[in-house]
């Protein structure tokens, strides 16, 4: 047992040792992600206008009043910028046959680029913090019922939502172990986010449309932690971190069987 412990702390070093190159990497480049925060803060700015125009009457639709409408937006736009491109970072080394000379490499290909596209989504996740807060601070105002006691639930839940896409993407990003044209996928799964839960809360959806939305992934990476921003309560909560969890566990077990069958394919071939 002491040697299995042993072993798995030398591990985590490593991984933490390629988590903390690409951090510091990603701190050389800070510029890239301080101009995509000024994106990010345009087109938080734009939807303002728009729920503004909306809500000119006052009142609430579907629960939200104006100040937690855009703070939701701000939250999910957060998310989103801040997310990692693992997708085309697996199309371009399985595609370019670079994956073969990773997979020589002392690590594990998939907890590599884990812990490698942790670096920019740190950097990235901070920067646009910074930029939503002080972009709602300004134009909205404090979050009624907001309480910075309960900012370690959020950042969890918040954390979890960009690990889910991040495992979600890789799944589509082994893909192309098989396909020579997978990017239709890509496409199709980031649609499927905007539409449940970045643009909208599924309280706006059907009823129908909402019983379906709250069984899939989607709604947990940007729907979940904005609506515990927005409306926090305890039961909620734990219902969403552990539908989390359950889908991370899920799509991880997901990405290592594929990534298995991938690698055999890649032996078989020769490649």
């Known amino acids: 047992m002491p040697e299995v412990i042993a072993l798995t702390l030398r591990k985590a070093r490593k991984y933490g040792l390629v988590a903390r190159t690409s951090l510091q990497n990603s701190l050389a480049y800070r510029a890239n992600f301080i101009f995509d925060s000024f994106f990010y803060a345009f087109i938080v700015f734009i939807f303002m206008q728009l729920w503004r125009s909306i809500f000119h009457r006052g009142g609430s639709i579907a629960g939200y009043s104006y100040s937690q409408i855009l703070w939701y937006l701000i939250i999910?736009?957060?998310?989103?910028?801040?997310?990692?491109?693992?997708?085309?970072?697996?199309?371009?080394?399985?595609?370019?046959?670079?994956?073969?000379?990773?997979?020589?490499?002392?690590?594990h290909y998939l907890l590599y680029q884990c812990a490698n596209g942790t670096g920019p989504i740190l950097?990235?996740?901070?920067i646009n913090g910074l930029t939503g807060l002080a972009l709602g601070s300004l134009w909205i105002g404090p979050l009624a019922g907001f309480s910075p006691i309960r900012l370690p639930l959020l950042l969890l839940a918040m954390a979890n939502g960009l690990l889910l896409n991040f495992l979600a993407m890789a799944c589509l990003g082994l893909s192309a172990f098989w396909l020579e044209e997978n990017t239709a996928f890509y496409w199709i799964y980031q649609k499927l986010t905007f539409i449940v839960g970045l643009f909208l809360p599924l309280e706006f959806l059907p009823a129908w449309a909402q019983r379906i939305a709250l069984w899939l992934p989607f709604s947990y990476v940007n729907y979940g932690p904005a609506k515990l921003v927005v409306a926090f309560s305890g039961p909620a909560f734990i219902r969403i971190v552990t539908v989390q969890f359950l889908y991370i566990l899920g799509l991880a077990a997901l990405a290592g069987w594929i990534f298995r069958r991938g690698v055999k394919r890649i032996n078989v071939n020769g490649g």
Do not use: C, H, R
């Open 76 to 107: 999910t736009e957060m998310l989103t910028f801040s997310q990692s491109n693992v997708f085309e970072d697996l199309n371009q080394d399985i595609k370019s046959g670079n994956i073969a000379y990773l997979l020589n490499k002392p690590f």
């Open 123 to 126: 950097v990235k996740w901070l």
